[in-house]
Nanobody, 121 residues
């Protein structure tokens, strides 16, 4: 089973930036679509962004379009999420996930511990 470890979260002021990373020990990283989800307190986990196995195609939920950028390095087995112009409503625990396909994105692995992102107003 692929294990995913998220990092890079923290406390940032509104308008600031953070870059999240997700590393995996699996040797099949480059064969799967990857994505980011988030869960805010009292809310359900939601899809944020996804990227195809090659990195040529990406998709975003509407609230982060133009502010967040997902990318991957298949040599380093690492997924990234560059988050700019952060807003207080982006506050959540962020998780990475794997999917057989980008569309529809369906996480097939266990959720990691996630990384906390807190945006102060």
């Amino acid at each position: 089973q692929v294990q995913l470890v998220e990092s890079g979260g923290g406390l940032v002021q509104a308008g600031g930036s953070l870059r999240l990373s997700c590393t995996t020990s699996g040797r099949t990283f480059g064969t799967y679509a990857m994505g980011w989800f988030r869960q805010a307190p009292g809310k359900e986990r939601e899809f944020v962004a996804g990227i195809s196995p090659s990195g040529s195609t990406s998709t975003y939920t509407g609230s982060v379009k133009g502010r967040f950028t997902i990318s991957r390095d298949n040599i380093k087995n690492t997924l990234y999420l560059q988050m700019n112009s952060l807003k207080p409503e982006d506050t959540a625990v962020y998780y990475c996930a794997s999917s057989v396909k980008l569309f529809p994105f369906t996480n097939f692995g266990s959720w990691g511990q996630g990384t906390q992102v807190t945006v102060s107003s």
